[in-house]
């Protein structure tokens, strides 16, 4: 690892420290190049890429059918600010069409990242109705100074309480996330009932409800069907919207062209985003009736790169990329958590295997492999991770490890992955599990 190490001294000197996951045990690497579903480092040494950028890289890494739309838009026109264009004009009406919206009656705002969309969605929210926003323990919206009073994120709202721009209360709910309460409805009941109970406290109307369909860096751990459903009806009831960030799970990744709608319930509006632009640009959404996206004046809305064209055409290629493998999506999903039932069966882990989609999710309930020891206790489950995730590294195994407790290890394929390169996930890891076990 010396010439990564090298790398990482220079990456030291020369950019800021907040830069990277330096916390991450698959930290050290330093990427060189990449070829669908793995990565090289600077060292030559391949890995298999089962984070897949959170989901920004769901058609895999150098897209080739991606590349030459790409290229075809790059020597037409590839970059206007704020003025229409063939591909932003087509783009919209395809999202549109893709998520079922009929002509004329959703719209749909472009940007350029995850959090500048959320801040959007907030904006058309508090235009609505001016008033509180809710959100939930363990959820993600970005690390923007407007959208981090809304995210998990520690070190930004305790460590580092940067000054806040809401002029309007913040609510944040519990998000059941142990593994006795996920699937009971009487927890997200009682989630449902102090968030009734606190509305109906607060001196200020309702303007929004963010939350995702499923966690996305919080360890992918979805609620009941249910609990979207009913958390809907109680939003419409004190006259707020609700909006679904799908920026990590929307688009194939959850299940279906969108996870609420695989849930059975309808957002007011969505935010997408990540794989909307292929791995290859950024670019970012936020969908609704025409009404509600229309409220927002003009000028109040200006990115520079916002629906480039380049951006647009690559989206274009994307949904269509999409459309022509979905439906191959669930088998792909239900083969990837069969291989670690399997391995977990087989090597007895004290883990149960979750995930919905293209997702497969280890929650470890106890240390390995001295779990008798362990007990149970967090700090060994989240080092089992820790430990493990390392070895997994070592064999050239990229997963996430995440978790509200650290205590999960999520794998994220390209939906394009092959059932062999499944099957290799599978024997990387199960190598790590006999390094570990030998230490």
Known sequence: MAENQAWQTRLTQAVGRCFGRPHDPQAGPVWASAEHVYLFDVEGKRYLDFRCGYSAINFGHT???????????????????????????EFAEELLAFLGWQAGLGKVLFNVSGARAVETALKIALRNQPGAI?????????????????????????????PGIWNGPIYRFPYPSDAASVQETVAWHDVLQQIDD????????????????????RGYIAPPNVFFQ??????????????????QVGLG????????????????????????????????????????????PNGSESETFAAQPLACAIGSAALRWLTEIE??????????????????????????IQGRGVVAVLDWRDGWPNSTE?????????????????????????????????????????????????????????AALANLLRK
């Open 63 to 89: 897209p080739d059918r991606l590349i030459k739309a790409a290229e075809r838009q790059m020597r037409c026109l590839s970059q206007l600010t704020q003025l229409p264009s063939t591909a932003m004009i």
């Open 134 to 162: 809710v959100c939930f323990e363990f959820g993600y919206h970005g690390r923007s100074l407007a959208t981090q009073p809304f995210s998990d994120a520690a070190t930004f709202s305790v460590d580092y309480p940067w």
């Open 198 to 217: 606190q509305l109906s406290r607060c001196d200020v109307p309702l303007s929004a409800v963010l939350v995702e369909p499923m966690l996305g860096a």
């Open 230 to 247: 009913e958390l809907r009806a109680l939003v419409h009831r004190f006259g707020g919207l609700i909006i679904a960030d799908e920026i």
């Open 253 to 296: 990744r959850g299940g279906g062209r969108l996870m609420s709608h695989t849930q059975g319930w309808q957002p007011d509006l969505v935010v997408l985003g990540k794989s909307l632009g292929g791995g290859l640009v950024p670019i970012s959404a936020v969908v609704g009736t025409a009404e509600l996206i229309d409220s927002l």
């Open 327 to 352: 439906s191959a999506l669930p088998s792909i999903g239900e083969t990837l958590r069969a291989i670690f039932r399997d391995i977990q069966a087989r090597w007895n882990l004290p883990v149960e």
């Open 374 to 430: 362990a007990n149970g206790a967090l700090s060994e489950v989240a080092r089992t991770v820790s430990l493990l995730a390392t070895e997994c590294l070592k064999e050239g195994l990229l997963l996430h490890p995440s978790g509200p407790s650290g205590n999960r290890m999520v794998f994220l394929p390209p939906l394009t992955v092959t059932a062999e390169q499944l099957a290799e996930a599978g024997h990387k890891f199960e």
